[in-house]
């Protein structure tokens, strides 16, 4: 099974992004292929393929992960391109610097390391990804998107409460990928 663990997203959070994508499709005219809102989520940690039997002990190692934190508040803002406007390949939204988010990440990374999957040799870098340039942006949208990046940098911070961690199950299809919950876990109530 293709799995991953992320931070399922509230309903203000969703409602943002998707005046945000709306717009954003009305002004871009390169190809994108945008992310349906209710399949975008802040991923913790890809874990790719995994065999059934891995199942268990992955779900208790997120169950006791997820015991040690506490909830807390996130935030949302800004925009921007992986790996940068110039050659996009990912229009994004950011997280607000979040020191119990890139704690439970680290978390999240090291029980999986013990259960032998592979260290994310990338740096965390938490985002909401919105869509997906399929072959570069046109003069005319990079001057687009430059402008609506700096704007977005000056806008107000969504907040959202982080109480759960979920383990996805991904599975692809033509009309893309579908998202099913294997495991919730919770954080403890503050």
């Given amino acids: 099974m293709r799995l991953f663990i992320a931070i399922p997203l509230k309903e203000n959070v969703k409602s943002y992004l998707d005046h945000l994508r709306r717009e954003l499709q009305g002004n871009i005219s390169s190809g994108i292929s945008w992310v349906g809102i209710d399949s975008i989520h802040l991923t913790l940690k890809f874990l790719g393929e995994v065999d059934e039997r891995n199942i268990p ?94 704007v977005a940098s000056a806008s107000e911070i969504i907040p959202m409460t982080v109480r759960e961690v979920i383990l996805f199950k991904s599975e692809l299809q033509r009309s893309g990928a579908k998202y099913s919950v294997m495991t919730r876990a919770q954080l403890n109530p503050v």
């Fill in 57 to 150: 002990g992955l779900t208790g190692a997120l169950m006791r992960v997820c015991g040690q934190f506490k909830e807390f508040t996130l935030g949302f803002q800004g925009l921007g391109c992986f790996p940068n406007i110039r050659q996009a390949r990912v229009i994004w939204v950011g997280s607000a610097r979040c020191e119990p988010l890139i704690a439970l990440q680290l978390a999240v990374e090291e029980a999986c390391r013990d259960l032998g999957f592979p260290v994310e040799e990338r740096r965390f870098s938490p985002h909401l990804t919105l869509g997906r340039i399929k072959y570069g942006l046109k003069p005319v949208d990079i001057a687009y998107l430059e402008e609506r990046i700096r």
